[in-house]
């Protein structure tokens, strides 16, 4: 349902046709040249990394758990901060 | 239904894309919180469903050329799962039989879930920069999170399903939604993570729906054998795929939940 809700608002919104189209959005100041964020982002991507060997690491100690759903609920939230880094 | 059609207008000229998205959420919080098997939550599951067709349409005929390709492939898409989800819903409360599993709603789900990944790629390669610098980077990052996600589809579907017993036929069938699954999570995951889609808001809601389709697309497999005479047998797939988005059908019982 809730990806339903998210096509009909992406359906309406005037920003779509740019997104589909391939043309410029409209987006934050761009951070590229500027060596201090340039360094942000290598160490957004090695604590992207460590915290997918995290997640493989819990996944592979869950995996001899009975309990499918807390399993679920601990890989979940890790790749939830995977994502949002 | 002209005033409907106004205001769909005027939303789609101005940045009032909230007056479709605040409906849609009131008709998904109906869902959760209606009695179950209710009329109430029969409609507010189709509710979304329609209004995407439907604007989709709309927006179809209107959009310039460049984007016309991509939405015409979103729409038939979205019409392909409205239809399916009819195929797996009414038509056998209308006429009370029981679906099997695997059965051609399977397939039906497959090729609109291949259709979704289709206009994915149309999607990316659009906006797919000239830096190759970037697009290595985003390949590399959008590996790595897709890697992950298949550990944990390794684990909690695949692995489970594999190990249950059922026919080749029905485990094949089952395995094949999480394979769409990640397919679809690794098309959307260089497309968060190379195009600036996270940034803006149309990019947002596109991110929202895939990955709220993916999160549901495991519990697929019990779509098409939910139904009375269910058995555990003929719907293999279990662990998270225990949970339901959608109606219930009237007279299931209790051991049958899948």
Redesign the interface.
Known sequence: ???????????????????????R????ASTAGDPGRSSDRVLG?TA??VL?LA??LL?DLT?YADD??S??LL??ST?TV??VI | MSVVLAAVAIAMRTNLWWLVAAPNMVAVGVFVSAARDSVWQICSFFVPLLLAVGLLAVRTTSADTPSRGPLRLLLAAQTGYLITTVFWYAVPVASDKVLPFPSYVDAMYFAVYATFAVFLVAVMRRRAGNRAAERRIALTDSLILATSMSVVLWVAVVKPNLAYGASTGSTTVALLYPTFTLLLFALAARLAVGSGLRRSVPGALLLVWVGAEISGTPSTPCRASMGPSTTEASCPSHGWSRTRRSPRWRSIPAQSTC
């Open positions: 349902m809730v990806s339903n809700a998210a096509v009909a608002s992406l359906a309406v919104h005037p920003g779509t046709v740019h997104l589909l189209a391939g043309s959005l409209p987006r934050k991507r992207r990394l997918l997640a493989a996944t995996a499918d759903r399993m679920f890989v979940a790749l995977i994502l």
